[in-house]
């Protein structure tokens, strides 16, 4: 399966295209979020421009990840599409890029590798804050203890105190 690509091979007149598949051993993942994860299929076609490259792709596996709500490990499907351009350095300085160039990326790096590219797809893709399912949100929501609400006053208590303090000083 072919993980690197050199972009000096890479002509005007053609967009490379690559199909391929990258294994998550060779990717850097949260493990702290991903406890597994299936391979990742990885399609990519990357344009050569006057000023570095256009680069357009599409990226699909599961995660493993665990419900913020019921703790339990459930399986997320990332499905997705991204574009963006990838300029050298020299470009930052450049003043060329207007507002509307949202999604560039610096690198004066010759060899593109895909494993980057698809840990960087995959972490864009994982949920800020995941749920296994929609039912998740109501059944366990989570309910205060008395004890746990009596804690809370009694730091609410402590930083009252703490404000009167500094008042006085
Ligand atoms: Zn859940």
Redo the contacts with the bound molecule.
């Keep these: 399966m072919k993980r690197k690509v050199n972009l000096n091979e890479i002509t005007a007149k053609e967009p490379l295209k690559v199909k391929t598949e990258i294994q998550p051993s060779v990717m850097n993942l949260p493990e702290e979020e991903i406890s597994d994860s299936s391979p990742f299929k990885l399609e990519i076609e990357i344009q050569k421009k006057p000023a570095g490259y256009q680069v357009k792709g599409h990226i699909s596996g599961n995660v493993e990840l665990t419900?913020s709500?019921?703790l339990?490990k459930f399986t997320h499907h990332i499905e997705q599409d991204f574009e963006y351009k990838l300029l050298p350095t020299s470009e930052i300085a450049g003043g060329e890029i207007k507002g509307s160039d949202l999604d560039i990326k610096f690198s004066d790096e010759t060899v593109l590798d895909l494993a980057d590219v698809a840990e960087e797809q995959v972490i864009l893709n994982l949920p800020v804050k995941p749920?296994?399912?929609e039912e998740?949100k109501e059944v366990?929501y989570k309910e205060w203890t008395e004890d746990e609400e009596k804690e809370v006053d009694k730091r609410w208590e402590k930083l009252k105190e703490l404000k009167n303090k500094l008042k006085k000083e």
Excluded: D, Q
Aim: charged content about 20%; hydrophobic content about 10%.
């Design positions: 419900c709500r019921c339990k749920v296994c399912s998740c366990h």
